[in-house]
């Protein structure tokens, strides 16, 4: 029977375009904060699970090995992880499974990103698609997703407008967050004058480049109600994937995300959540660009499909709106580590504690999901997270 699993802390860290410390010293800063708020010790950790992108993001092979003595893994088991930006929830997913079989009470999860140790991340990710017929034309992550979000625009009547509205309300969001990278005050009209990198995505509905570390702990059931007399609960997980050929996705418009559909359906049922809309009172999502924000909260549940130009133009998802989404920043405002955008895990999990300090939204957080984006541009993990 599977074990109930908390989350009993997070250990959090500025993100900054270039930090000046190792991998190892950003894993053992965040590692230190998740024990210290959590009042536990190294020695308390059965198993440390790592998740970050790529090794050519950090420039080292086998960055994980580096993290492990810094991270509380010093000849305990260890794992790593890589699904590149979905790695932000596919890894507290592994972590879950840990707890959840019941081979360990306690499992500290590290996701890390070290951006700029490669000369170009563009370059880092055109490897990834086939050598053959798609490399040599230079697609990299921008391209692509321009041709998604042509899609999406089209396919549901939406605007550059409404895109440049999450940039806005992200960089502002981002404001009261004192670990962001790239926290400002814009309007409609700056984002939409900002340079054009692959029409319509322009250079302000992009995340920024980012150094930066995350660390969550993950607890049994037993020992959750030791530590904590009101814990939050991983009550729900999925995930879905499309073909990793992109020439040969099986969702031929590219503007409907079926994967990202799958994995929120997954984790929802798990969760026994019937009505998103009714029953999410938070919402941190996947916004590496603005239209993603808009694509995961229609395949989250969190408005209706072809709804989210809607739910923006309305305030719906704004900090003091009815369902606020990414009350951080988001990776638009607080930065794009890859892997390390678990932070979105972790600003879920301070909402519901009512511990998100200026980010802390208005109303009551019972219920919180989040997701991440990533493989080979066609994979979605899922989580909710809650109070009983």
């Known amino acids: 029977m599977r074990k109930r699993v908390a989350i009993v802390g997070v250990g959090m860290q500025k ?28 020695d308390d950790i059965d198993a440390v699970v790592f998740g970050s992108a790529v090794d050519a993001f950090c420039g ?37 499974t840990h707890v959840a079989s019941g081979m360990c ?23 990834a698609y086939d050598e053959a017929f798609v490399r040599p034309i230079g697609l990299n992550v921008p ?4 041709l998604e979000a042509r899609e999406y625009l089209h396919r549901y009547g939406l605007t550059e407008r409404q895109m440049a509205k999450v940039s806005v309300k992200n960089r502002g969001n981002a404001l009261s967050n004192p670990y962001a990278q790239l926290p400002m005050k814009l309007t409609v009209d700056d984002v939409l004058a900002s340079p054009c990198l692959s029409w319509p995505v322009k250079l302000m509905d992009t995340a920024p480049v980012t150094d930066g570390a995350r660390a969550v702990i993950l607890a049994s059931e037993d020992v959750a109600k030791e530590l904590d007399d009101d814990p939050v609960w991983i009550k729900g997980v999925g995930r879905g994937a499309d ?9 031929n418009a590219l503007g409907r995300l079926d994967y990202a559909y799958l994995a929120a359906e997954q984790a929802y049922e798990m969760a026994g959540i019937r009505n998103p ?6 919402a941190e999502v996947y916004d590496p660009f603005t239209y993603k924000e808009m694509q995961h909260c229609e395949a989250m549940g969190l408005c ?17 709106g009815s369902l606020p989404v990414n009350a951080s920043g988001g990776l638009q405002g607080e930065g794009n580590p890859i892997g390390a955008g678990m932070s979105r895990l972790c600003w879920c999990y301070l909402q519901v504690k009512g511990q998100a300090g200026a980010c802390q939204v208005p109303k009551d957080v019972n219920n ?5 984006w990533g493989g080979m541009y066609q994979y979605n993990a899922a989580m909710v997270i809650g109070r009983d």
């Not at 391209?143 to 321009?146: E, F, L, T, W």
């Not at 209706?304 to 003091?320: H, T, V």
């Open 15 to 42: 993100f900054e375009f270039r930090k000046e410390e190792t991998v190892e010293e950003m894993v053992f800063d965040v590692t230190r904060d998740a024990l210290e708020r959590s009042r536990l010790s190294k």
């Open 60 to 96: 080292i092979n086998n960055s994980d090995k580096v993290a492990i003595e810094a991270s509380a893994g010093l000849l305990k088991p260890t794992m790593r992880n890589s699904t590149s930006g979905s790695t932000a929830i596919s890894t507290p997913i592994l972590g879950y």
């Open 105 to 127: 009470d306690l499992v500290m999860v590290v996701c890390f990103e070290k951006m700029s140790e490669n000369e170009s991340a563009q370059a880092v990710f055109n490897t």
């Open 143 to 146: 391209i692509q997703c321009a």
């Open 243 to 251: 073909s990793v050929w992109f020439m040969g996705r099986s969702n």
């Open 277 to 282: 809309m009714a029953e999410i009172d938070y």
């Open 304 to 320: 209706p499909e072809g709804g989210a130009g809607r739910m923006i133009d309305d305030g719906i998802s704004l900090k003091e």
């Open 368 to 372: 919180a999901v989040t997701n991440g």
